[in-house]
C-alpha cells in the first residue's frame, strides 16, 4: 500500500492577489489582469471578480458587461516570477523533493520529512506561514497519499484553505464529481466516457481500465486511476537537457502588417537567443512555424556552425517570412532550437563569432543588473506597448526554462 505523502500548494489568483498587494486601494476590489494595457483578454482575476463570473479567458469588453465596475491591471510579469521565485525558495527549504509545476503552483512529497516534524499539520502551517511572512500572499493547500489527489484538495476551501483527502474519506470527496472536472480529461475524453455511462468519478468503476488505456493510452489509464484514487504517480523533475527551446507569440488574427510580424519575430529571436545563452547552449537547427487561416506551416533549417546569435536567429525567421505573399494574414509566429548542446568554449576567441558572442553576454549582464530589456534592438524601442511579455506555462525560476 502507498503511504507517501504530497502536498500541493496553489497560490490563490496569484497576479490579481499581487496587483492587490501592491496597490492596497485595490483590496476588495474586482480586478481582472490582462496582458500589457491594451490586452483584450483577461489572463486571471480576483476573486472578487470572479464572484460576478469573470474568469480566465473572457474578453475585457465581456467582463465589464457582467461587472461594469471591473478593473483592469496590465501585467508585470518580472515581478510575478521574482515572487513565485521566492515562493518556490521557500518550499524547497521544507523538502528537496519538490516539483514546481507552474509559476503558482508546486507539489513537495513530505514523507521522508516526517522523521523531522512533528506530523503533517505542522508541515502545512508552516508553508503557509512562511509564505505569508515573506510575500504577505496567501495559498490553498491540499494533502493526500498522491500527487492527483491533492491537486484535487487544493481546489476545495478556496482561498487560503487546508483539505486532506484520505483513504477514508475519499468517496466523499470524489464519488460525485464530474469526470471532466479531473486533470487531462478533454472534451474528446469527457465524451467517451459519458457514450459507456460514465458521468461522475464513481460511474467510472463500470467500465474496466483497458477500455480507456486501449482507446487514449496512458492518459486513459491514468484518467482511470484518478476516479478510483488510485494514482500513485511520483514527482515530475524537469529534464536536465531540453530536447527544445523556443518561443512564440499570438498576434491579432489576420496580421498583414510586415513590419510588425518582423519585429514580432525580432523579439522572439532575442528571448530565445538570450534563454540559450543564459543555460550555456547553442543549436544549429531552427524551425520556424507561422500559423495561417489555413493552418501551421513550417521551416526546419540547419547551420553549419551552431548559434545563440539572437542576428543569425532573425535572420532565418524573416527569410521563411519572406517566403510569404504579402497579403496573407498571419496569426501566430514561433521560433524553436532543436537538439541545443552546451556551448563550446574553446572556440576561437579572435574569431568574430567570439566577439559577438562577448558583446551579447555583455548585453545579456547589463540587462540582467538595471532591468529586462533596458538595451535592446532600435525596432524594439517602444515593442513593450504592443507586444507585452507572457509568462509560459512551462516556466520555471531556475535552468533552461527561466523566461519571459
Known amino acids: 500500500m502507498n503511504k507517501k505523502i504530497f502536498i500541493h500548494v496553489d497560490m490563490n489568483a496569484f497576479f490579481a492577489s499581487i496587483e492587490q498587494r501592491d496597490f492596497p486601494e485595490l483590496l476588495g476590489m474586482p480586478v481582472a489582469v490582462t496582458n500589457g494595457k491594451h490586452g483584450s483578454c483577461i489572463i486571471t482575476s480576483s476573486y472578487e471578480a470572479r464572484a460576478f463570473g469573470i474568469r480566465t479567458g473572457m474578453r475585457l469588453r465581456e467582463g465589464k458587461k457582467i461587472c461594469p465596475h471591473l478593473i483592469q491591471r496590465a501585467s508585470r510579469p518580472n515581478v510575478y516570477t521574482e515572487v513565485s521565485t521566492n515562493i518556490m ?66 481546489k476545495f476551501n478556496r482561498p487560503n484553505g487546508i483539505t486532506f483527502i484520505t483513504r477514508k474519506n475519499l468517496h466523499q470527496y470524489l464519488d460525485n464529481v464530474a469526470v471532466d472536472k479531473l486533470c487531462g480529461v478533454s472534451k474528446g475524453i469527457s465524451n467517451f466516457l459519458n457514450m459507456h455511462g460514465v458521468y461522475k468519478c464513481s460511474d467510472m468503476k463500470k467500465i474496466p481500465i483497458s477500455i480507456l488505456s486501449n ?97 543569425i536567429i532573425y535572420n532565418i525567421c524573416e527569410l521563411y517570412l519572406n517566403m510569404f505573399d504579402k497579403n496573407v494574414g ?53 515593442d513593450h506597448y504592443d507586444s507585452p511579455d507572457v509568462i509560459a506555462p512551462a516556466w520555471r525560476p531556475n535552468g533552461h526554462r527561466k523566461s519571459v
Not at 524547497?92 to 521522508?112: C, G, H, K, M, R
Not at 488574427?253 to 547553442?282: H, W
Open 89 to 154: 525558495n521557500i518550499l524547497q527549504t521544507i523538502t528537496p523533493d519538490i516539483q514546481i509545476y507552474s509559476v503558482d503552483e508546486a507539489f513537495l512529497e513530505v514523507t521522508n520529512c516526517m522523521r523531522i516534524y512533528k506530523d503533517v499539520n505542522t508541515i502545512v502551517y508552516k508553508i503557509k506561514d512562511l509564505i505569508y511572512l515573506s510575500e504577505n500572499l496567501k495559498c490553498s493547500i491540499g494533502v493526500s497519499y498522491s500527487k492527483s489527489l491533492a491537486k484535487f484538495a487544493s
Open 215 to 311: 482507446r487514449f493510452g496512458n492518459i486513459g489509464k491514468k484518467i482511470w486511476l484518478m476516479a478510483n484514487g488510485n494514482d500513485f504517480e511520483g514527482l515530475t523533475l524537469d529534464p536536465a537537457h531540453p530536447k527544445s527551446l523556443g518561443h512564440g507569440k499570438v498576434l491579432m488574427p489576420n496580421t498583414k502588417n510586415r513590419y510588425l510580424i518582423k519585429k514580432t519575430f525580432l523579439k522572439m529571436a532575442v528571448k530565445l537567443s538570450r534563454r540559450l545563452r543564459n543555460s550555456g547552449y547553442e543549436s544549429n537547427k531552427f524551425v520556424v512555424n507561422i500559423k495561417i487561416k489555413a493552418g501551421w506551416l513550417q521551416k526546419k533549417i540547419r547551420l553549419e556552425q551552431p548559434t545563440c546569435d539572437q542576428f
Open 330 to 382: 498571419i496569426y501566430q509566429v514561433q521560433i524553436t532550437a532543436i537538439n541545443p548542446t552546451q556551448k563550446n568554449i574553446q572556440a576561437d576567441l579572435f574569431s568574430k563569432q567570439a566577439k559577438q558572442s562577448d558583446f551579447l553576454s555583455t548585453v545579456d549582464n547589463i540587462n540582467q543588473r538595471f532591468g529586462q530589456d533596458i538595451i535592446r534592438p532600435a525596432r524594439l524601442k517602444s
